[in-house]
Structure formats: structure tokens, C-alpha cells
């Protein structure tokens, strides 16, 4: 088993910089003495599989969790103190928080700690799939655990060495104490004899009390990688330089299912630069996380290779979904939700409801594909020496990186090496290693040169794994006062499941559970339909999923109730929503509960009300406004996170939109880095707007329109809301379960927004993205 | 061979005359903080200095560039306002992935060296062509103003 800071020929990557380069060797030589590299069993190897008991959160997930000291942490002679953090870092300064929580725990001082970046490698790390918004859910006690084990280990060592019970000792930033007589020991004189006792049991284990919290919770800890990311020094998977590394690009099939008939290099070859062109066969489907083959160019630069590429010639078959066009596709989703589907959700008699309602409204929302778009482009390096394959990437999954190189390259998995480098925006897209099982197979079509392939940013916007396309089609049934009585959800999307079953025509429970069935409305009447959907491109997860389109398509609808009823949008919400009450999912038909314990995580109106309530006074709900402004508001409930926001949108006389201030509420439970939330809860409002206001991925004649940021466009600083505000909603205490925190912020925004263009306007917006839509000739 | 001028010294690559700078100065040269996000010039990502002029490297041809002064983001902290800049950004905690940073960096230092005190529409104006997909522009516009000396907008 290979020890975690032990990287072979460091030396030659500069993957790395050189201080840090400095201290590895130092660690290895000077004989670090926690994470001294024996076999661990990971939590998921001690138990035995337990076929009919269910399993939630972190044991829920592959190879679950692992909390041993020696896993994760070292120590130095000098006392430096290295903490292994095994989630990927994508902008939610997981690189910090985790570490911190280790930190804390340890009573070490954050200015000794070094992190250390894991590679893939789940049965000793546990769980490393960086998605779902639980990292900190599902690894703050694993964390804490850590460190508080290795200070027993510290405290144990020093009470032995000074002849003392071990109750006799504290431990105080970095140093052992013994208050009686005064004596101190430093953790670095302490490492080497505590590295030789037993790990203590973690049931004997002392956690902090959150009192004694010094840095969880206190939002004061800067960003561990802030320092090397405004200096360009950080290292992202584009950046990774080995000794006699070559440059791909490849040309994919523009239509997902096609394949090249036939290619002609020479003009490529002619390019200066230009090493080869090397054929990538396609996978059949199911599209899965396969390669989608191509004709890849090598050269001794990434522009050369880009130069090859145009030069190429090449004949494409398109394949089963060359007819593949938005227009008719979103005419055949709408025909499908206007006729029954399967029912996954029904509470009442909604025909009887809708028959005798007092009034019927109705709906349809539409929202067309999306791309992540992350601003670093997939990018993945390769070489394999000896038989043993090792990669560099910027992947959201290390461990199923490693799996599928080691499959497509037949090698067994312990001779691939996946090492995580810094992601310069993830969103889902980079949970997919298509592109780094292709920097693989083209190392190895090199007889294992080192490789970096290069995505360019039309290759990343033509072959992403694509939010889907919706369309919900809302009904309600009001009575005499307008509440309503009855309400019939029909959503109709291509699910997730095709990419992995290409047959898969019904969204899957965890995209239904993503607000469409467990929506907590204390309406007396209620079914949920999803027809029937086809799905003819490779369909992803985008950074909140399914919850963009069902969030969209409630809030707006709730708005549109409320203006139908002459009601407030707010008071018409918060009265959907309901007296407070904890409701266990599965009486909502959600089996999935986010793959939380339906007991731990019940959907709890009291919090998505106290959300509701809080934004709407502190963004002055009511407060009157000059002509051409207006308030809006929507709630959405989503990685068992809730969250409210209360959008001022702008109109002007020629429909030109602007967003002067928006205010976000978030309960997400305890919060271990309140600091990186805010910013977390930011950055998701400016993605919902972006992808409100302007975001579309579109196909014709099977593919996608869209090239380059002028034809995707994402919002800019110029259109950005000009005011965030965040609030925090304080937990209880910290034994509340955590929520999650990098997605929940997404969903809310973009029917906040059309809430609030309504509000300015009386115009409903009811397609994304709202583009020109409000513009006056 | 071409001779540029990059961070103060002189640095010799070989390579076809219409070979964009980006790509130099990555791929030849290992300055790899200037970063790859378009090659369009719709991004920004690849922001670096021209004779003090933000440019966008992956459009800039190397013979465009010979016998300018190239300065790139692993030299901005040795310019007085670079260095603020980057200070400011750290204070604020702007960064989430970072990636668009450098190029954020470079386009605001410039900003700041020619107008110190940038209203919003100034600010408007020469950030706009940086992409951050994370959203960091309301940290970024605040920090301008930390650097500017201008009241900080309210953050909560
Ligand atoms: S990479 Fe140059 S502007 Fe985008
Ligand atoms: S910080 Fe990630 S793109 Fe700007």
C-alpha cells in the first residue's frame, strides 16, 4: 500500500511547486511519523455487507467513509503538520475546510499545516466522489475524528513520557501541557513515539465541545490555495507539465452515436508541430463514462495540435440521433406532457379536486439544455511506464478515474494512479472521466509518452454530458378564496439513467426527488406524472440537477397562483408551505431522501418557512419601489438544504433587465466554514442568473449549435446582481445533521428572478433563458 | 527564433511566428498561471500585459509581441498595484476555483494603474471581458474598491 505523501519521481513533475516539492522529500526522509503506511481496513472492509439493513449518507456511498489518523494525518520532527484532504478542491474550498476540521480537532496551529492532495483511492480514503454537495456532510465527523484521535495519540505519548495520567494533560496549539507542573512538549518531539501506540478506539475518542471550536464555525481561516491561485501558481489539470510530454487535441464525432467512416491526416501531418494522428475507436452504447472516439492529433504544442485538428479531413456517419433538433424535441416534450403519464407521486383524487375547483389554472415551463462550461476545460495527463499507468487530472472522481483507465487499458487497478490536481470549476462535468480514460489510451497509442490532452472550449460545449431539457406542465385547481385544492405536476425530461441504460425513458427517484415529488405543500390533493421522455445526447449532472427545472417550474407557478388569487406571492408561499411539521420523505414517495436516513433528515416545513420568513425581512418584502422594479420570491428545498430568495429585478423602458440586490437565506444546518458558504451561496446566485438570463445549449440536425462563449453565453460582471446578500440561518447547536452547501443555492434563483420581472412588468416569463424576451422594439 | 521580453528577461522560443503568445508562454516557457479559457478572446482567462495594455494572449500572435514588455501574472506582484491587487483579492477571499483569477488579476491591476479611482461603470467597462463562472464579481468589484480606497460596498 502506498504511503499518501509518497509520489514517485516527484522530482520530475511540476505538478507540485518547489517549496512544497522540498518538504515532501524532507517528510521522507526525516522519517514522518503518524501516517507511517500500513494496511488500513476502511470502515466499509470492517463491515461485514448487511444485505437488508439500509445504509445512508456516508455509509450509503462506495467505500463510505475512513476515520484513522495514520490515513490522514503526519507530523514532522519540526512539528509541521501534513493533513491528507481526499475531496476534490473545485471553488468550495473543500482544501481548507476539511483540513481545518482536522486541525481544530488536533489543537493544532492551521499557520504549521500543510494539505496534501489524496490520488484516487477509495478503500483507503473512503469515499471520494466529489458531487452531491456532501463532502462536509458526510466527512465533518470522519474529520473530526481524525484529528481528535490524533491528539489522544499526542496527549498519550507525553503523560508516558512524563509519567503522568493522561487526564493530567491539555493540549494547546501545537504543544502538550502539563498544567501541575508546567511542562510542555511540542507535537513535533511528541510524533515519533505517539506514531507507536494503538489508534484509540474512536468510541473512547473526545470530540471538542463547539465552545472549544477554534477554527469550525469561525469563518477566519483564509483559503489554504488562495495564496497559489491569484499567483498563478496554482495547479490545475491544464497546467500539468511532465518531461517529454506531448499535446492532443481530438476531434470527437459531432453527433453523439457517430463515428468516423474515414480520415484523411495528410494536411495535419504538414502542420509544424504535428506528431501523429492517431484514430480513438467510439464505445457502443450505453454512453456511460466511455470515450466517444475521434481522430486525435499529437504535436509539440497544443496550438499545433488545434492547427492539426482544423487541418484534418474527415467523414462522419452521424448515427441513430442525427435528426436530433430542439425545436421538434421540445414540440414532442410538450405533446407528452399534455397527456397522462406515470404516476409517481398521488395523495387525494385530483381529477375529482380539479373537477369541482372553483377555478383551474394551468402552465407549461420550459428549460433547455445546459453546459457546466467550467472555465478550465477538461484537461487530463497520462504516461505509463513499466506497466504502471499514472494520470493527472482535474477530476470530481478519482477512484472511478481509476477503475475505467485500468478497465479500457487492461491493466489492474493498482498499477493506475490517479493524482487530483486542482479543478478550475467542476459542476458535474468533471465527475466524468471520458476524458481522462482518452489522455490514457493516447499515452499508451504513444507507447506510454507522456500525453496531455486538452479539451478546448468547443469541445467542451459540444460534447458535454448536458443538463437535461424540460418541460412541466403545472395545473391547480383553487377554491372560492384561491387556494388551491388540487395540483397536477406533469415533468417530462430525458433522465440521467440513459447515459448508463440508454433505453431509460422515466426520470430516475433521485431526479424526482429532487422537488418535484417530496414537494412539501400542504395541498389536499396532489399527483405527479413523468411521461415518457427520449433522450438522443448524453445526459449529466449539472450543478443542482433536477431541482432547476422542478424549482423553477413550482415557484413560478405558485407566483402565477397567487397574482390569479390577487393574493401576496409571499403570504400565498409561506401558506402552500404550511404549519411547520417534519414530514418523512417516503410518505412523499421519495425513497431517494438524497440518500440521507428519512428519520435524521425529515423534510421539516418549520425550516423551510423560517427561510421564507427571514429573506423576505431582511429584503424588505413590500418596501415600494420606483416604476420598472419589482420583488420576487421562491423557496426550494435541496440537498437537504433549505433556501429562500428574494430577487429586486430591474426593467427598463426598452426591456434591458438589471438585478440591483439579491437576498439569499440558508439554513444548511450546522456551519463548519461560514465564510466559504457565503461565498459558496454566491456564486450559485450568479449561476442561476446566468443560467436564467442567457443560458441554452441547443441541437440541430443532432449537434450542438453552441461554440464559444459568444454563442453560450454566461453572465458577466456587467450583469452580475450589482448586491448579494447572504443570511445565514444559525443552527441549534452541532449536533443538528449538516446540510449541504455547494448546489442547494441554485435552484431558487432563476423563478425568484421571473417572479420578480413579473412583479416589475405584469410579464410572465415562463421559457428559459428570458434572453430577449423582455425587449421592446 | 524569436526573442520576447517577459517579466524583465529575455526568453527565446522557437515556433512559427502566428503561434498565439498563450501557448508560448504555457507550453514552451511553463508560465502556465496564464490560463486557457476560449481562445477567442471572449473570456479573459488568458489576460496578460502588453507595454501595461491588458491583452488576450491566445489571439496575440508572438510576432505581435516582440519588443514589448510581456508581464504575466507570476510577475505582478513586483508592480505596486499588482500587489495590492492581490492583496486585496486574498483579504476579500474572492477566489473559489481560482482559475479565472490570474486573468481577473491582470485586467483589474491595469484598471487600478490607469484609473485608481474606477467608478462602477469603469469597473463595468474593463472587467466585463473576464469570465467567472463561479461567480466571484461581487468580490471582485469590492475588492477593486478596497485597492481604489472606495467605501467597500455592504456585503453581509
Ligand atoms: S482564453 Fe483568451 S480570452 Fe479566453
Ligand atoms: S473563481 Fe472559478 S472561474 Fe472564477
Redesign the pocket.
Known sequence: MKKPLDRPELDELHIVNISRRTFLKELALTGFVLAAGFPLLSKADETAPHTDEAKYGADAMPHGWVDNPLVFVAIADDGAVTIVCHRSEMGQGIRTSLPMVVADELEADWQRVRVEQAPGDEVRYGNQDTDGSRSMRHFFLPMRRVGAAARAMLESAAAAQWQVPVQEVRTEQHQVRHPATGRTLGYGQLAQAAAKLPVPDRDSLRLKKPSEFRYISKGRVGLYDGQDMIKGQGQYGIDVRLEGMLYAVIARPPVYGGKALSYDAGEALKVPGVVRVIELKGSPPPADYNPLGGIAVIARNTWAAIQGREALKIEWDKGPHGSYDSAAYRAELEAAARQPGKVVRNSGDVDAALQGAAKRVSAEYYLPHLAQAPMEPPAATARIVNGQCEVWSCTQAPQVSRERVAKWLKLPEDKVTVYVTLLGGGFGRKSKPDYIIEAALLSQAMDGQPVKLTWT?EDDLHHSYFHTVSVERLEAGLDARGKPVAWLHRTVAPTISSTFAPDSKHQMTAELGMGVINVPFAIPNLRVENPEAEAHTRIGWFRSVSNIPHAFAIQSFVAELAAEAGLDPKDYLLDLIGPPRRIDPRTLEDTWNQGESPEVYPVDTGRLRRVTETVAREAGWGRTLPKGRGLGIAAHYSFVTYVAVVVEAAVGEDGSLSIPRVDVAVDCGPQVNPERIRSQIEGACIMGVSLATLGEISFKDGAVVQDN?HTYELTRMDDAPREIRVHLLPATDFDTPLGGVGEPGVPPIAPALCNAIFAATGQRIRQLPIRDQLRKD | MTTLNINGKPHQVDLPADTPL?WALRDHLGLTGT?????????????VHLDGEPT????TPISAAIDKKIVTIEAIDQDATGKKVQEAWLALGVPQCGYCQP?QVMAATALLKQKPQPTDADIDAAMS?N?CRCGTYPRIRAAIKQVAGLKKETKS
Open positions: 472550449r462563449f | 498563450l490560463k486557457f479559457g476560449c481562445g477567442m478572446a471572449l473570456c479573459g482567462a488568458c489576460t488576450r494572449a491566445c489571439v486573468g471581458g469570465i
